[in-house]
């Protein structure tokens, strides 16, 4: 599959797949990436030369997109809804730091989900690959994988587990969905 891969932030999720992708853990190829602003994480497209678009404009994106034949959009990290435009024309899905459907939606994005899991005393907290629909976070569960919390002190150290299980959960989703596809 031809990958495109949206961030917002740091990208180390982008970063695992690039590894992933380089040591031939799975086929797919990561062809193009977007992001909503100047991200950090798009250094790691630089370093590898793969192209990549800065933009909030949807028909620029969707243009881009058909022109590297993109079979496959991941949301790793990305902080812009998706909208309608785009998921009647592409695969979506998302990575999401937490176990679904619990501490998802609107204002659940980043080191808000692991202040909401540690303000709750939560002994357990995990990661969610889902399909991605119009609503936030509410797609089909692709993987969960669930990670014991009750030794970390603190949210930024839930963060740092999670984040670990989450750049094993998104290569192995990848990897699972290229095989579905021979299948079908
Ligand atoms: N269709 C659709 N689009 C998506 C997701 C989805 O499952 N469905 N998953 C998203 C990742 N999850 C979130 C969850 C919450 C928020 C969020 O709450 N954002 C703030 C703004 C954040 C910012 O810009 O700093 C807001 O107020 O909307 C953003 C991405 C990315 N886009
Ligand atoms: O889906 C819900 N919200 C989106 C969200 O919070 N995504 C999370 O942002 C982090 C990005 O890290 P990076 O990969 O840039 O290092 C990472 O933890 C993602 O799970």
């Known amino acids: 599959m031809n990958l ?28 193009y990436v977007v992001s909503n602003k100047d991200a950090a994480g798009l250094k790691y497209a630089r370093e590898n030369n793969i192209a990549y678009l800065i933009s909030k404009d949807e028909y620029e994106i969707i243009k881009k997109l058909k022109d590297h034949n993109i079979d496959l959009i991941v949301l790793a990290g990305y902080l812009v809804k998706i909208s309608k435009k785009i998921l009647d024309e592409f695969t979506v899905i998302n990575i999401h730091p937490s176990l679904l459907p619990k501490y998802g939606g609107k204002g659940f994005y980043g ?18 690959v889902h399909f991605v629909n119009e609503n936030l976070d509410e797609g089909d569960i692709i993987l969960q994988k669930e990670l014991d919390i009750s030794k ?33």
């Open 111 to 128: 080191m808000n989900v692991h202040n909401a899991v540690f303000e709750n005393k939560e002994k357990v907290s995990g990661v969610t």
């Open 4 to 31: 495109a891969v949206f961030i917002s932030g740091g990208g180390s999720n982008f970063k695992a797949l690039i590894d992933a992708q380089d040591e031939g853990y799975f086929k797919s190829q990561i062809k």
């Open 152 to 184: 970390c002190k603190d949210a930024e150290e839930i963060s740092k587990e999670v984040l670990k299980v989450e750049h094993q959960t998104l290569k192995e989703v990848i990897k699972k969905l290229e095989e579905d596809k021979c299948a079908r």
